[in-house]
């Protein structure tokens, strides 16, 4: 288990992205393996799952000690896997411990608060695991590409400059950084499908009936403005990613892959929390050992005798 955690860990440090200042996505391949092939899957399905066990235990001590949190953010074009991967990687959890965010359209009443209101109102509690399928990342993803959108917000005219999305990243920034030092781990995975693969998911959804509700005709017109959304995503990962809350571009053309990085990922921030069970006290210990002594005397006891019916 020890050689597979490194292993590991080693392999989720090549998609980190923690200063921003160099980072191109161009230099990103979606369909890198980290020269694992086909051949590796089996071994991979075996590493995916013992990090799955162990994600598990590490929750238990997380929500346990009731101390700290994290968040995770899930962005990536459509078709990039994001409900499979969180599927797969959480599939081991106990459900109680983790909070699960969708953010679709703002609401009438989001719209009458700042864009980050609704983020507010959805982070994960102490002990627990967040996790946002698309978030207040949106704000500088599709309303950069689409800035028709910005009408329908209510802002005041003195917000609407030219300088918005920068503004709203440095925002961002400033969010996910209060959120680290108040005991909120925030990781953001970007899944980065290839234009081909994506292209071939949409036929597969067309072509499998089983697949057809998740198309959406919206979804090809949005591949028109591919390099504006990657030009996009570059900006938000350069301006926001950390040390503390990082980026992780993750390879989204092979789905195996992109679960182990991920899980990966997951599993490294939650053993750096340096995490443990609750010290039982002197006190409490001795509450146990009279519970215990109760319990052990109703096992010897007789049963009661049925009072006689009259």
Not at 3 to 31: N, S, W
Not at 184 to 198: A, I, M, N, W
Not at 209 to 219: L, M, Q, R, S
Not at 265 to 272: F, M
């Amino acid at each position: 288990m020890a050689d597979q955690a490194k292993e590991l860990h080693k392999l989720v440090e090549r998609y980190r992205i923690a200063d921003g200042k160099r980072f191109r996505l161009k230099h990103c391949d979606p369909a890198d393996t980290h020269h694992l092939d086909a051949e590796d899957k089996p071994r991979s399905k075996t590493l995916l799952s013992s990090s799955v066990s162990l994600l598990a235990e590490l929750q238990d001590k997380l929500f346990a000690q009731d101390r700290k949190s994290l968040l995770l953010v899930f962005q990536a074009m459509d078709a990039a896997g994001k409900d499979g991967t969180i599927k797969h990687v959480m599939s081991g959890v106990n459900p109680a411990g983790v909070q699960v965010s969708s953010f679709k359209a703002p609401s009438a009443e989001e719209l009458d608060h700042d864009y980050l209101w609704r983020a507010w109102r959805a982070l994960p509690e102490r002990g627990r695991i967040g996790i946002f399928n698309r978030s207040y990342y949106e704000e500088v993803l599709v309303v950069r590409v689409h800035p028709s959108i910005l009408q329908g917000q209510k802002l005041p005219p003195t917000s609407l400059t030219k300088h918005i999305f920068r503004d709203r990243l440095r925002d961002i920034a400033h969010f996910e950084d209060y959120l680290s030092r108040n005991g909120t781990q925030v990781l953001k995975f970007f899944l980065h499908v290839s234009r081909d693969e994506q292209k071939r998911r949409f036929l597969e959804r067309i072509e499998q009936p089983e697949k057809n509700w998740k198309f959406a005709a919206g979804d090809v017109k949005e591949r028109g403005h591919w390099d504006d959304y990657m030009a996009a995503y570059e900006d938000a990962i350069r301006s926001t990613a950390t040390e503390a809350n990082p980026w992780f571009v993750v390879p989204a053309d092979n789905k195996w892959f992109t679960r182990l990085v991920v899980v990966g990922a997951v599993v490294q921030a939650l053993e750096q929390m340096n995490l443990a069970y609750p010290t039982v006290t002197a006190a409490q210990r001795q509450e146990l050992q009279t519970a215990r002594a109760l319990l052990e005397a109703e096992a010897t006891a007789p049963p009661a005798r049925p009072g006689k019916r009259r």
